[in-house]
């Protein structure tokens, strides 16, 4: 059974940091693509950053470019995202998704691109 859990969100004061993982199981970890997604009160879901399979390739959406930093780990199969300099905007519920392979250039930045889905968690930045 394919399984994504996800770990390390939480409360933190503007300018703080956390750093999110997602460890996987059920699947062969290195062969995906990696992406994660973040949907704040009142907005659409958005992918804030994502990783490719194979070359370590990666992209960043203009909101969180500088400060977000995305990376992998494929012998303990887990991907993280490390959130630094953070802002109240940054405060959302934040998912990590696989995509089987890919263009190993450019992993993709539409939901609808992504198989397999961890089951969120909550970022909250105060002000």
């Known amino acids: 059974q394919v399984q994504l859990v996800q770990s390390g969100g939480g409360l933190v004061q503007t300018g703080g940091s956390l750093r999110l993982s997602c460890t996987a199981s059920?699947?062969?970890?290195?062969?995906?693509?990696v992406g994660w997604f973040r949907q704040g009160p009142g907005k659409g879901r958005e992918c804030v950053a994502a990783?490719?399979?194979?070359?370590?390739?990666?992209t960043y959406a203009d909101s969180v470019k500088g400060r977000f930093d995305i990376s992998r780990d494929n012998v303990k199969n887990t991907a993280y995202l490390q959130m630094d300099s953070l802002k109240s905007e940054d405060t959302a519920v934040y998912y990590c998704?696989?995509?089987?392979?890919?263009?190993?250039?450019?992993?993709?930045?539409?939901?609808?691109?992504?198989?397999?889905w961890g089951q969120g968690t909550q970022v909250t930045v105060s002000s």
């Open positions: 059920g699947l062969t970890f290195s062969r995906y693509t």
């Open positions: 998704a696989l995509k089987q392979y890919g263009n190993p250039l450019l992993p993709p930045s539409s939901e609808s691109e992504y198989e397999y």
């Open positions: 990783i490719t399979w194979t070359s370590g390739a990666t």
